[in-house]
């Protein structure tokens, strides 16, 4: 009887190094600034809507903020005009009142007549506790 000699595959896997992965080589288009990867993700975002949506978004945003800067410009001096224009024409009136010339026609004007006593509102369920008023 001969016995088979243990087979040696067991402890070589062990002793195995592993595989050395091969280094990513990335190729610089501008040295230290821009390389592939940074080439990659600018030809993605011009390619997406977003980019587009964006440039015309800080466009929109500059062009607005500039007209209105210049319609502010262009109105500053008429209100600061009509402003100072109303101030003095309100001080000047403190200055000279008006006398008043009353009412022509009292007697017959029915806007001085005295008014009736309006009739009492009658008391409903929701007022408990009142005392109802015995004239």
């Not at 600018?42 to 390619?47: I, K, L, N, Q």
């Not at 500053?76 to 010339?101: M, V």
Request: charged share 25%; with cysteine; hydrophobic share 35%.
């Amino acid at each position: 009887m001969s016995r088979a000699a243990p087979a040696k595959t067991r402890g070589a896997d062990k002793t195995k190094p592993p595989a050395s992965q091969t280094p990513v080589i990335a190729h610089e288009i501008i040295p230290g600034k821009f390389n592939d990867n940074d080439w990659n993700f600018m030809v993605d975002r011009d390619g997406a809507d977003e980019f587009v949506t964006d440039i015309v978004d800080e466009l929109m945003e500059t062009t607005m903020s500039a007209i209105y800067d210049k319609y502010i410009q262009s109105q500053l001096l008429p209100f600061t005009i009509t402003q100072a224009r109303d101030a003095i024409t309100e001080i000047i009136e403190w200055q000279f009142l008006a006398r008043d010339e009353g009412e022509q026609h009292i007697e017959t004007d029915l806007g001085w007549a005295q008014d009736e006593e309006p009739e009492p509102a009658v008391t409903d369920c929701w007022a408990q506790g009142s005392v109802p008023r015995n004239y």
